[in-house]
């Protein structure tokens, strides 16, 4: 399998933490040495205060400047002198004095402040003359960088957690584009539609997640071929397991009228009956299970059906009573009158049989609020060890061990019953009673919908 895949991932995530990691150093140098430098109102309004200070020193009126001096100490709360210096030769070559206008004594107007530094700096603004300049504490109102922790704080990291979560989401998107992509296809072929294929819906991209899907139609392909002729294979046996058994019953009708004291031809008739509910049985199971038909199609009242299905009962066990504890009506919408009856039917047969004679099998059902109804079919039999519960509900499986019955039972009441019901939304769980015997719980939704997933 190649690994574009892994090799797109890695380049796209390393250089992208590289880029990220030179773009937010080079913004955060740039940004820091933008906030050093004084507002350029502000450095015009130092150079303002030099020129009116210089004015007055030139004026030689002492007294006014240092009046005019502490009139701005006050009004800013700061510091302010202003300072002559004197260049004092030592050695080498005389010459440039015209130069020497500033003694940095303070920071120029122009220079940047460091942002790190708890003091505020003192500013210099040189006078044209006299080797004389105004130095000031800058005042905190001009103080720049006073939003630069926070603006250091989003740019190292509320600014590399945004393009991480968009790198995030499109590396998100890449990949869960494709995947549901497959997803979707998985459900459409779920559903019954086994020509859906998924590769040429990820156009030309060639990595492990379009191997996956070439991977998934040759799955659909070969599993869809095997279901197409699985249904088929049903469709024949259907046909020609039903026309020998229908002329067979012909046949032992005729002996039976014939021979009506011949034990044998009553045995053959048993056992013809046996084999044609056998083979029903199975046909319908395997259609269910390879269907998965959703067939809510009609309204129903679940008090009369069970009415019908106790009254079928009572006359097919009749030294077994039958406790209902049932409400005036439970309709039920979107439903199937056929598979809900036949399920019940079949829940209900399977108590009846395991229940001892001169027992009682109870049936109860409850409304549960507005969207589903509960029926609870408990048998006075020996019940089912723990560990089996849920190996009931499998095809041909019978506990012999636990549950003994005189008659005839196949093991598949109640795996039809399970599917049956799952085609309508219902489920069915089994769970041992305190007093003994077996509980069968149904849960219906009183409004069946398509979209709920068979449990």
Same mark, same amino acid.
């Given at each position: ?10 380049? !796209?995530? =390393? ?10 150093? #080079? $913004? ?5 040495? @933008?906030?050093?430098?004084?507002? &350029? ?14 004015? *007055? ?81 800058? &005042?905190?109102?001009? *103080? +720049? ?7 250091? $704080? ?24 494709? !995947?549901?992509?497959?997803? @979707?296809?998985? *459900? ?26 070439? =991977? ?9 071929? @095997? ?16 026309? +020998? !058994?229908?002329?067979?019953?012909? /046949?032992?009708?005729g002996a039976g009228t014939r021979y009506s004291d011949?034990? %044998?031809?009553?045995?053959?008739? *048993? ?25 809510? =199609? ?57 229940? +001892? ?22 048998? #006075?039999?020996?019940?089912? +060890? ?28 109640? /795996? ?5 019901? %799952? ?10 009673? #305190?007093?003994?015997? !077996? ?5 219906? &939704? ?6 709920l997933e068979p449990s």
């Amino acid at each position: 399998m190649n690994r574009k895949l892994l090799w797109k991932l890695c380049l !796209l995530i =390393t250089s992208g933490i590289v880029a990220l990691f030179y773009l937010i150093n #080079s $913004l955060t140098i740039r940004t820091e040495e @933008q906030m050093s430098l004084l507002d &350029p109102s502000h450095r015009q309004e130092l150079k303002q205060w030099g020129k009116k200070a210089e004015m *007055r020193f030139l004026s030689g009126d002492k007294a006014g400047l240092e009046q005019w001096l502490k009139a701005l100490q006050e009004r800013e709360d700061t510091w302010a002198t202003v300072t002559q210096y004197e260049v004092t030769h030592i050695a080498g070559e005389r010459g440039n004095e015209h130069r020497y206008i500033g003694y940095n004594l303070g920071r120029d107007v122009d220079w940047k402040v460091h942002l790190y530094f708890e003091d505020n700096p003192v500013m210099e603004i040189p006078f044209t003359t006299e080797r004389t300049s105004l130095l000031i504490l800058l &005042p905190d109102r001009m *103080r +720049p960088g006073g939003y630069w922790q926070t603006t250091r $704080l989003m740019m190292q990291i509320l600014l590399p957690m945004g393009i991480l979560a968009l790198v995030s989401l499109m590396l998100y998107r890449h990949i869960m584009h494709p !995947l549901r992509k497959l997803e @979707q296809a998985t *459900r459409e072929f779920s559903r019954g539609n086994f020509d859906v294929r998924v590769h040429h819906q990820l156009g030309s991209r060639d990595d492990e997640i379009s191997e996956l899907a070439k =991977t998934f139609d040759q799955m659909a392909t070969r599993i869809g071929e @095997q279901i197409v002729n699985q249904r088929q294979l049903i469709a024949d046996l259907s046909h020609e397991l039903r026309t +020998p !058994l229908t002329r067979l019953d012909i /046949a032992i009708e005729g002996a039976g009228t014939r021979y009506s004291d011949d034990r %044998n031809i009553r045995r053959i008739q *048993r056992e013809s009956a046996h084999i044609r509910r056998l083979v029903e049985d199975t046909l319908t199971l395997a259609w269910l299970d390879n269907e998965q038909p959703s067939i809510g =199609t009609e309204d129903l009242d679940l008090v009369d059906l069970i009415d019908v299905i106790v009254e079928d009962a009572r006359f097919e066990f009749p030294n077994r009573t039958i406790c209902t504890h049932l409400p005036d009506s439970a309709k039920i919408r979107k439903s199937n009158h056929q598979a809900v009856g036949q399920a019940l039917e079949n829940i209900l047969r399977n108590a009846m049989r395991y229940t +001892p004679a001169g027992q009682a099998v109870h049936v109860l059902l409850e409304k549960t609020g507005k969207d589903q109804v509960i029926i609870d079919i408990e048998d #006075s039999g020996p019940g089912v +060890p723990e560990a089996l519960l849920d190996n009931i509900f499998k095809p041909f499986f019978r506990a012999d061990q636990s549950r003994t019955s005189k008659s005839k039972n196949f093991g598949l009441g109640l /795996a039809l019953a399970r599917r049956q019901l %799952n085609s309508v939304g219902a489920t069915i769980r089994a769970s041992n009673r #305190s007093a003994g015997g !077996l509980s069968m719980r149904v849960t219906l &939704p009183t409004q069946f919908s398509e979209c709920l997933e068979p449990s």
